[in-house]
């Protein structure tokens, strides 16, 4: 898996083939994609044209995707992981992973894709039934049938990532989660990496995109390159918020 991702969260639909094309071209080759996203088809546009165009085969990429929170039910993750394989229009993910550990009513496709958090009143938030069980039995299953190479988890807490060890038959190759100077997660990466899973790391230069969403934590985080060391080293900090999570070994 490459050091360093191309992370397809709040790319714009009209710009995402194009940037993805681009990010190609430039040198990126691992890209973190999501059904929430809401880009895929356009994502997979751009993989294609740097396919076609010579640029890379489709064995030099690592592609990732994410199962949605209302499609935790076991019946409903393959389908789902098939359906983003058609947006993407590729035959496999090199990883597909538990977007969050929380499951939700289902909402059909044909309703509201992607479906977001509410149900299909589009207002309530209604929890599903799936256990983590349940649903991880279903991604280990994915890799059997090969829609996916390897599986793994984000925005898990350690206990949650005790429980699924407990029942898991693949081990998660991956955990995701917020990583960056002033959010280290120093116990839960050494708890990932004791049990063989590697961490990769979001928002690493603080949690900005989360302002749009009205989150009181984005809100009062300190900007990571507004304080009095980042406006004098500014490309100092940004290098060293990429290394820290690449010198614990973890992609970023």
């Known amino acids: 898996m490459p050091i360093v991702s191309f992370r397809l969260w709040k790319v714009n639909n009209d710009t995402s083939a194009d940037q993805v094309y681009n990010a190609i071209k430039t ?47 076991q019946e409903r993750v393959e389908p789902i992981c098939r359906k983003q394989l058609k947006n993407w229009g590729i035959e496999y993910f090199d990883l597909y992973i538990v977007h969050f550990p929380i499951s939700l009513e289902y909402v059909d496709p044909s309703i509201r894709y992607p479906p977001g958090f509410q149900a299909e009143d589009g207002k309530s938030v209604v929890p599903g039934k799936a256990t983590i069980q349940e649903t991880w039995t279903a991604m280990e299953n994915l890799v059997d049938k090969s829609p996916t190479r390897s599986i793994g988890i984000s925005n898990f807490n350690g206990q949650l990532i005790m429980d699924l060890l407990r029942c898991a038959r693949i081990i998660p190759a991956t955990l995701q989660i917020e990583h960056r100077p002033y959010l280290i997660q120093p116990r839960l990466v050494d708890l990932a990496q004791k049990h063989g899973v590697a961490v990769t790391a979001y928002s690493s230069f603080g949690p900005q995109s989360f302002l749009e969403l009205d989150m009181k934590e984005a809100k009062d985080a300190p900007p990571l390159l507004e304080n009095s060391t980042s406006k004098t080293n500014s490309q100092e900090v940004r290098q060293v918020a990429c290394a820290d999570p690449v010198e614990m070994g973890d992609p970023t």
């Open 27 to 73: 040198g990126y080759r691992l890209f973190d994609g999501a059904c929430d996203y809401g880009n895929e088809v356009e994502a997979g546009q751009g993989v294609a044209r740097a396919i076609q165009d010579g640029f890379v085969k489709r064995e030099d990429l690592f592609l990732v995707s994410k199962l949605r929170n209302s499609f935790h039910d």
